[in-house]
């Protein structure tokens, strides 16, 4: 199994100094924020800043160094802003993360698609047409830029986000039919408070849907709490992986652990490994008898 992790839930430290860090705890990729993991960056400098090449030179050997991969290079920001200045200045940002993602050797480039602050939020989230469409047409040009890179964008699905189900992944897939438009599967992100009694169902449309879109899975786990979700470590809450677990083998993918702190992302990944363990050991009685 490959598990990685989200870098800034790692120790304080120079990136090449959290990339050891991390594969001491046994982790074999990594997921990088670089506004939340390399000192001094801003995501407003990012169209000069990652314009530097000694600067992606040093990223992609701290990688080359540690023998860590980058499984996700994350720009997280709103594509769906009404606010045409704004959501041009995005765009900028996100065509610097794609080429300096292939720069960097990162295999994909992530971002969610985060609820228009103009628009009522609730009709935001679940409903309205106007912001998917307005989504896509921001999107376009991004997904084109990583054609012209020859990189990859994965979106994340989430539940109060403009992508906030399957089906509506599906249809921005369908309507962006493109091999560098991908999808990050974070099972928890599309389980609301409301849903999360049909979590596996939830689990399963998604892959049906998206299966062979998916490039990466964050991992983590929930608890339902006083009508509030909080996330947590891998193993702590009422997550199953299973379904999960079955599908990442099947499809070689890798998996990034979110929430965790250093005390315990270690645990968490030895808890997803045991799980992947007894799927093995039940397919082997199978086969045998």
């Known amino acids: 199994m490959d598990i990685g992790i989200r870098l800034h839930d790692t120790v304080n430290g120079t990136l090449e100094e959290r990339l050891r860090y991390v594969r001491e705890q046994g982790f074999s990729c990594a997921h990088l924020a670089l506004s939340k993991t390399v000192a001094g960056f801003d995501m407003d400098d990012a169209p000069e800043r990652l314009r530097d090449k000694d600067f992606a030179k040093e990223v992609r050997s701290a990688f080359l160094n540690t023998g860590m991969r980058c499984a996700v290079l994350g720009c997280y920001l709103n594509l769906a802003d009404a606010n045409e200045e704004r959501r041009k200045r995005t765009q900028e940002i996100y065509y610097a993360h794609l080429k300096f993602a292939k720069a960097i050797g990162a295999e994909v480039t992530g971002t969610e698609t985060y609820a228009n602050p103009e628009l009522p939020y609730a009709k935001q989230a679940a409903e309205s047409e106007e912001a998917f469409e307005l989504f896509l047409e921001s999107l376009r040009p991004v997904v084109q830029r990583a054609e012209e890179e020859d990189t990859v964008l994965a979106v994340e699905p989430v539940w109060a986000h403009v992508i906030s189900t399957p089906e509506r992944a599906q249809r921005m897939l369908e309507a962006i ?113």
Request: a negative charge; hydrophobic letters at 40%; charged letters at 30%.
């Open 177 to 289: 039919p493109s091999d560098h438009l991908r999808i990050i599967l974070d099972a928890v992100n599309l389980i609301g408070p409301q849903t999360a009694a049909r979590a596996d169902e939830i689990v399963a449309d998604a892959i049906a849907r998206l299966g062979d879109k998916v490039s990466v899975l964050h991992m983590k786990d929930y608890r339902l709490e006083n009508g509030a979700m909080p996330a947590m470590a891998c193993g702590l809450g009422n997550m199953k992986y299973e379904r999960l677990i079955r599908f990442a083998k099947e499809k070689d993918l890798p998996m990034t652990l979110e929430n965790t702190v250093p005390e315990n992302a270690e645990t968490a990944r030895l808890y997803l490994e045991a799980v992947g363990k007894k799927l093995d050991r039940a397919e082997m009685n199978r086969d045998g008898d």
